[in-house]
């Protein structure tokens, strides 16, 4: 293990960690410092990281809440939103229903829509249930939220695979007995320069007698958009979107000891298009003679046909605890089905492909569309037995098992290609190619996965002395994941393929918790997490040139991840002040990196042997002085590879070079807030600010490799010569976001809140993308411009 990182993070997390053990001892020796005068209490969050609730500070590792008063305060309406003002997280936004969440650096490149292997490197849960899928995390609604916890780290030992950066969970209100209330919310907002949105939103919840009651929540959010198309699929505003859904929960209490919660959860989002600023295309560049030729601006992309993204998501599931006097029984059942369409105008692609095969340019102009499809149907059960006995000695132990089936597919329908196909490369290619799969699409694949797993957990904490407390967890896991793999058309391979992954061991973790005063609590942990290997799909090898074939032909599999993350932290809070630290080093091996390859329009993973990421957070809530609060958050990360990768010929793979740095990931992020609440004409009021900064990152590895790049598209075409070039800067810019807003209560229980986010109409680049390596469409997702908008609330 390197040590010079970890020196770096010590030292840089001193002066404020030695800040807050000075205190500590010296509220050790006297009575806690008196509460200025009218402060405000900072509120005690209540938390379920470790699967039985306790609160936040008592939580012995790294953790933030945001509670439902915070979310709706900062208008995040998204995951994405939400995370800026969490120390640690990142999210690259790939697209609408795309993006890939990392905690703490611990992050290998763009995941896109079709690499249905590769696993998750942080898990996300609904309540008790887990969501995340790879890339096509849901992003569900934020409304009638208890919570959004975010565990940093690697939380194997209780959460299993997937969760080896760390784990965020929608914490939901649940059905209240004898309690009867409910909320309506009504939102409206406008894009500048773009279109509006806006949103109505209930819930309400029902006393069904003294021992059950009933919770509905529903939703309907309408998004704007901001990205506009030229060509024959243009539009103003084509990545407009909606997200409808509900939840439906019972609590039923038959018993003290008896607890039954069954709940049914349904989310659809759609969206028109994506958030796509464009830099070349095929078909409208600088370098075109025989159509005017096209130079993009802002928030512009160029489209044959419109695009599409649709998610549907079911969860049923069933919670049942049971008190056992010594002890509390719990069983989670969980049944989740879900279809994806991710549906993308890949005429560029198709039209690349032709002018290499020297279609004329009536089969190059045709209108191409790439449908990837997944349909995913999982059902998982937990059982765990947990200590509620008071005494020195606490301890749970659980089961888990997991059986779930994605079939994922791609067509690529493109009217009238196999005439052109047949009429250049000669009567019967078309058929020839076609492996059993529909006429007029050259390329089609189907890739079922079944996956089972199975384990065994448990973790036991003992107090040491009166301040000390020592944890101890492991938990064992066996997986078997199964995959057939079958492709035709002119562009693939023609494959007939079934192979199986499977692996097994142990994922421990240890704790100790310093309880130095009552309001100050030194944490150290040493903990391991873990990620599924697999099989890479083949090459498209038809499309691939002879050098891209040699480089990336050899990576058939992909191992299993591992790393070992250590930790030391501190948690201090007192009247009118939370203060939260860590200090970090995780050393990764087999880090499965994914790189674009190259001309094949293949995305290939492989292993780096070693990277590591280490770093320092920091959230902090302090109240100065009566209703003035002032709110902090922030990390820095040195996240990078300790391992070069070479290809066949000796030349650096994909920017896989020691030193580099990881990709996704910003060096630094914070969030600094200023909320006042005040009284105005009687009524409590608030205005608050905030400022967010994400610093730069690259989207994959190779991007920090001969940058600015310069992509030669060798696509002679529309008067375009072969040797036109883009060059682009691919290190994506750092930003920052300014928001405001200010609310009011009125009476009854109506209140209404305006706010502007992103104030000055910051332009962010959030993520790279490339078609075809560069060849046949380059572009950048772009973050929402400025925002108005207002929301009314009624709780009732």
Request: hydrophobic share 35%.
């Given at each position: 293990m390197k040590l010079r990182p970890?020196?770096?993070?010590?030292?840089?997390?001193?002066?404020?960690?030695?800040?807050?053990?000075?205190?500590?001892?010296?509220?050790?020796?006297?009575?806690?410092?008196?509460?200025?005068?009218?402060?405000?209490?900072?509120?005690?969050?209540?938390?379920?990281?470790?699967?039985?609730?306790?609160?936040?500070?008592?939580?012995?590792?790294?953790?933030?809440?945001?509670?439902?008063?915070d979310i709706r305060r900062s208008g995040s309406q998204t995951l994405e939103d939400l995370s800026r003002n969490i120390a640690g997280v990142a999210i690259q936004n790939l697209g609408p229903g795309q993006s890939q969440v990392s905690i703490r650096g611990v992050a290998s490149g763009q995941i896109v829509r079709d690499q249905p292997g590769v696993k998750e490197q942080v898990g996300v849960y609904l309540d008790e249930t887990a969501i995340s899928m790879s890339l096509f995390t849901p992003d569900l609604d934020l409304f009638d939220l208890n919570r959004v916890e975010t565990l940093r780290g690697p939380q194997g030992t209780l959460y299993g695979a997937g969760n080896i950066g760390g784990t965020m969970r929608y914490i939901t209100n649940a059905a209240k007995l004898g309690v009867s209330e409910g909320v309506v919310e009504v939102n409206a907002n406008k894009i500048s320069?773009?279109?509006?949105?806006?949103?109505?939103?209930?819930?309400?919840?029902?006393?069904?007698?003294?021992?059950?009651?009933?919770?509905?929540?529903?939703?309907?959010?309408?998004?704007?958009?901001?990205?506009?198309?030229?060509?024959?699929?243009?539009?103003?505003?084509?990545?407009?979107?909606?997200?409808?859904?509900?939840?439906?929960?019972?609590?039923?209490?038959?018993?003290?000891?008896?607890?039954?919660?069954?709940?049914?959860?349904?989310?659809?989002?759609?969206?028109?298009?994506?958030?796509?600023?464009?830099?070349?295309?095929?078909?409208?560049?600088?370098y075109t003679t025989t159509v005017p030729p096209v130079t993009f601006g802002e928030d512009q992309q160029y489209l044959l046909q419109r695009e599409k993204f649709e998610d549907k998501t079911t969860i049923a599931d069933l919670v049942i605890k049971a008190g056992l006097g010594f002890s509390e029984l719990t069983s989670v059942t969980t049944y989740t089905d879900r279809n994806i369409l991710v549906s993308r105008d890949a005429s560029a692609l198709t039209g690349s492909v032709s002018v290499d095969l020297k279609f004329p340019t009536a089969g190059v102009l045709l209108p191409s569309r790439l449908n990837d499809t997944t349909d995913f149907k999982g059902f998982t059960q937990e059982l765990r037995l947990a200590s509620t006995a008071k005494g020195p000695l606490q301890w749970l132990a659980g089961a888990f098992y997991a059986d779930s089936d994605r079939k994922y597919a791609q067509r690529l329908p493109t009217p009238g290609y196999d005439a052109v196909t047949n009429a250049v490369l000669g009567a019967g290619t078309a058929a020839g190619a076609a492996n059993g799969f529909p006429a007029d699409s050259p390329y089609n694949a189907d890739i079922p996965y079944n996956l089972k797993q199975y384990a065994l957990f448990g973790e036991v904490s003992y107090d040491i002395t009166n301040q000390l407390t020592g944890t101890a967890g492991l938990r064992y896991y066996d997986y078997k994941e199964e995959r057939t793999f079958k492709s035709g058309g002119l562009f693939a391979n023609g494959d007939n393929a079934s192979d199986e992954t499977k692996s097994n061991g142990t994922n421990p973790r240890f704790l100790l918790a310093y309880k130095m005063s009552p309001g100050v609590t030194w944490n150290a942990q040493a903990s391991?997490?873990?990620?599924?290997?697999?099989?890479?799909?083949?090459?498209?090898?038809?499309?691939?040139?002879?050098?891209?074939?040699?480089?990336?032909?050899?990576?058939?599999?992909?191992?299993?991840?591992?790393?070992?993350?250590?930790?030391?932290?501190?948690?201090?809070?007192?009247?009118?002040?939370?203060?939260?630290?860590?200090?970090?080093?995780?050393?990764?091996?087999?880090?499965?990196?994914?790189?674009?390859?190259?001309?094949?329009?293949?995305?290939?993973?492989?292993?780096?042997?070693?990277?590591?990421?280490?770093?320092?957070?920091?959230?902090?809530?302090?109240?100065?002085?009566?209703?003035?609060?002032?709110?902090?958050?922030?990390?820095?990360?040195?996240?990078?590879?300790?391992?070069?990768?070479?290809?066949?010929?000796?030349?650096?793979?994909?920017?896989?070079?020691?030193?580099?740095?990881?990709?996704?990931?910003?060096?630094?992020?914070?969030?600094?807030?200023?909320?006042?609440?005040?009284?105005?004409?009687?009524r409590e009021s608030y205005v608050s600010a905030s400022w967010q900064y994400v610093g730069s990152r690259f989207t994959q590895p190779s991007d920090q490799e001969n940058n600015p790049r310069t992509f030669v598209h060798g696509l002679p075409f529309l008067g375009a010569p072969a040797t036109a070039a883009t060059t682009l800067d691919l290190e994506l810019p750092s930003y920052n976001l300014v928001n405001l807003s200010a609310g009011m209560d009125f009476e009854k229980g109506f209140s209404a809140i305006l706010y502007v986010n992103n104030v000055t109409d910051e332009k962010a680049l959030l993520s790279f993308d490339r078609e075809r390596g560069g060849r046949a469409r380059l572009g950048f997702a772009t973050n929402q411009p400025r925002t108005f908008g207002v929301t009314l609330r009624k709780t009732f």
């Open positions: 970890m020196a770096k993070a010590v030292l840089l997390a001193f002066p404020s960690t030695l800040a807050i053990g000075v205190a500590g001892i010296a509220s050790a020796q006297q009575t806690p410092p008196p509460k200025p005068e009218g402060a405000q209490k900072v509120e005690s969050i209540t938390v379920t990281a470790t699967k039985r609730e306790s609160s936040l500070q008592d939580v012995p590792f790294s953790i933030n809440a945001q509670t439902e008063e320069g773009g279109s509006a949105g806006g949103g109505l939103k209930a819930a309400l919840n029902v006393p069904m007698s003294d021992t059950a009651a009933a919770r509905m929540v529903a939703y309907y959010t309408r998004f704007g958009g901001w990205a506009d198309a030229l060509g024959p699929g243009g539009a103003k505003d084509v990545n407009e979107g909606d997200r409808i859904g509900g939840r439906l929960s019972f609590t039923f209490q038959p018993s003290r000891d008896l607890t039954i919660m069954p709940r049914i959860v349904y989310q659809k989002s759609t969206y028109d298009g994506f958030n796509r600023e464009e830099k070349y295309n095929l078909y409208a560049n600088p391991k997490g873990f990620r599924l290997g697999g099989v890479n799909d083949p090459l498209n090898l038809p499309l691939c040139s002879t050098q891209d074939r040699a480089i990336f032909g050899g990576y058939q599999r992909f191992s299993d991840e591992s790393l070992w993350n250590y930790e030391v932290g501190v948690k201090t809070q007192h009247p009118g002040f939370r203060f939260n630290a860590a200090a970090f080093h995780t050393q990764m091996k087999d880090l499965q990196v994914t790189l674009d390859a190259g001309s094949c329009s293949s995305r290939v993973v492989f292993n780096v042997p070693k990277a590591h990421s280490t770093g320092v957070e920091a959230e902090m809530t302090f109240f100065p002085m009566d209703r003035l609060e002032l709110g902090f958050a922030g990390s820095y990360v040195q996240a990078e590879f300790d391992s070069t990768v070479r290809d066949g010929t000796g030349a650096v793979l994909g920017g896989i070079r020691e030193g580099n740095r990881l990709p996704s990931v910003p060096k630094g992020q914070m969030t600094a807030s200023i909320t006042y609440n005040f009284t105005a004409m009687g």
